[in-house]
Structure formats: structure tokens, C-alpha cells
């Protein structure tokens, strides 16, 4: 049988086929979307039906494993999503149902997975996670995405509302505070954390901004890491892609704590999130 991948987010979905036989390139069939999800009901469950549907390339016969950001009901496939505007038409609807009857198949053949679980399951399968039994992975963007895995279990670590330095560590470790760390303490207004990477700004002052996230970070990761006895961090995310600017900093903070511990980049990018997505079905 066919098993699909997905991997939704607010604005965003790709899904391909998944094989789960082997851990070298999983991957086939790859598609993905933009996807309003201020929409109603209907228009999203349809966006979403379309690209699944592209990826199953005409196999009426699959299993889809869904990873989908927090807070969800992911046992039974219910949205409890209604804060962040996105996916506000779904809050406390089963998608798993609404999905089912779009795409023709049976609700048992549909699994819904945490991102940054799927992430991290993802990446130990066949990415930079491989060769490690206990392990935190961090996924570094507009939010803040966690999941440890010991031994052979992955488990959503729900870090992102930690209490950290007075708020919570998503304030401290996501593509908001550098803006306002730019904005504030620089008058330098950005975008994302690609920006601080123009010719147009002053790299002392990047460099202020990434050491002190870079910090961060290790401050935030060491009480974790020391009571999981961790062996390896793996990053994803977009921020992840900055990583040479801040993880010098983060090692080093690390190791002046007594703790040093190897990072590990992310190796199959979104597609690890789509591969974790599908082991529930290979258990």
C-alpha cells in the first residue's frame, strides 16, 4: 500500500510518497502548496485534498501519516487550533473525518503526528539523528519546535511555553526576537534573520545579535540536555540555516557549563518532517 507524508503548517502544505523500507531516499512524488488557512472549512479540506492527492499520483489505495503544529487532539485527528487565526474554521472539528470523506478513504488509514516529533523521528530514521539513542530536536523558526527521543521514542517536548529569562522560550528563540532585539536595541527594522546577513548592516552588530542568541539557546538547552543525558541536538528550521553564526557562541557557552554536546543540522530539511509523519504506520 501506498503511504502518503504530510506536513502541514498555517500557510503551507507538501506531502509525497513515503517509503519506509529503506532510508535512502524515501522520498517520491514530492508536491506542495501555499494554502490560505483564514479560509472556511471546505476551501481548506480541499486545498489540502488537491496536493494529497497529486502525491498519491493516481494510487486509490494509500495511508496518510499528517505532522501538524500544536495544540491538536492528534489520537483522534481534532483541531484545538484557534489563537493564531489560521485554522480557526476547524477548531474542535475531527480533520481526520473531513479528510477521510475528501480523499476517499478510510479514517484508520490516516495518522496524525506533532511537527516537531515527526521532525525529529524523521531525521533519526535516515538524517542527522541516525547514529544517536537519546536525543533533543529543536526546530528554530517563526516558532519554537520540540521533541526528545529516548532510546526508540519520540515524544512532542512542548518546550516552546518553557518559563525562560522571565517569559516563556519561544519569546527568546524564534524569528520575533530577533526583530525586535534588531528593532530596539539597534533601530535596525528586518524581516526575517536572513536580513541581519545583508551588506547593507553593520556585521559587528549582527554578530552582537547572533552571539546573544547563540546564548540563549545554550542557556535554554543545558538543564535539558544534562537531565536527558543527551548525546547529540538536531536543528531544523529556517533559522537553522544561520546556524554558522550562532552555534559557535552556543558551544561555547556549553562548554564554559560543563556540558558539551555535538549539533547536528538538519539533512533532509522539510522531508525529514514527512518521513517522521509516516513511521507510525511501520510500527
Known amino acids: 500500500m501506498t503511504i502518503i507524508g504530510v506536513d502541514i503548517g498555517g500557510s503551507h502544505i507538501s506531502a509525497a510518497q513515503v517509503s519506509l523500507n529503506k532510508t535512502d531516499e524515501p522520498i517520491n512524488a514530492f508536491h506542495e502548496s501555499d494554502v490560505d488557512t483564514f479560509q472556511d472549512k471546505a476551501s481548506i479540506i480541499s486545498s489540502w485534498t488537491e496536493v494529497i492527492l497529486k502525491a498519491a499520483n493516481g494510487n486509490k489505495d494509500f495511508k496518510v501519516g499528517i505532522a501538524m503544529p500544536g495544540p491538536y487532539d492528534y489520537v483522534n485527528g481534532i483541531s484545538l487550533i484557534k489563537d493564531q487565526g489560521k485554522m480557526a474554521s476547524l477548531f474542535q472539528l475531527s480533520v481526520k473525518s473531513l479528510l477521510a470523506k475528501s480523499l476517499n478513504i478510510s479514517t484508520q488509514n490516516i495518522l496524525f503526528t506533532n511537527d516537531a516529533e515527526a521532525f525529529l523521528a524523521g531525521e533519526s530514521f535516515s538524517g542527522a539523528g541516525k547514529d544517536f539513542s537519546n536525543s533533543i530536536g529543536i526546530t528554530l523558526g517563526t516558532g519554537l519546535g520540540s521533541a526528545i527521543k529516548v532510546e526508540e521514542v519520540v515524544k512532542d517536548a512542548k518546550l516552546w511555553t518553557a518559563p525562560f529569562k522571565g517569559g516563556i522560550a519561544e519569546d527568546y528563540l524564534g524569528t520575533s526576537w530577533f526583530i525586535k532585539t534588531a528593532n530596539k536595541n539597534y533601530n535596525i ?71 558539551s554536546i555535538p549539533f547536528k543540522i ?17 510500527k
Do not use: W
Open 189 to 259: 527594522k528586518i524581516k526575517g534573520v536572513k536580513d541581519l546577513l545583508n551588506s547593507d548592516i553593520d556585521p559587528s552588530i549582527s554578530r552582537i545579535i547572533f552571539e546573544e542568541f547563540g546564548r540563549n539557546l545554550a542557556e535554554f538547552l543545558f538543564p535539558y540536555a544534562v537531565r536527558l543525558q543527551t548525546q547529540a541536538v538536531v536543528l531544523g528550521g529556517k533559522i537553522s540555516l544561520a546556524a554558522d553564526h550562532f552555534l559557535p557562541f552556543t558551544d561555547s557557552c556549553l562548554d564554559s557549563m560543563g556540558y
Open 266 to 282: 538538519s539533512k533532509l530539511g522539510e522531508k525529514a518532517t514527512l518521513i517522521g509523519a509516516c513511521l507510525p504506520f511501520k
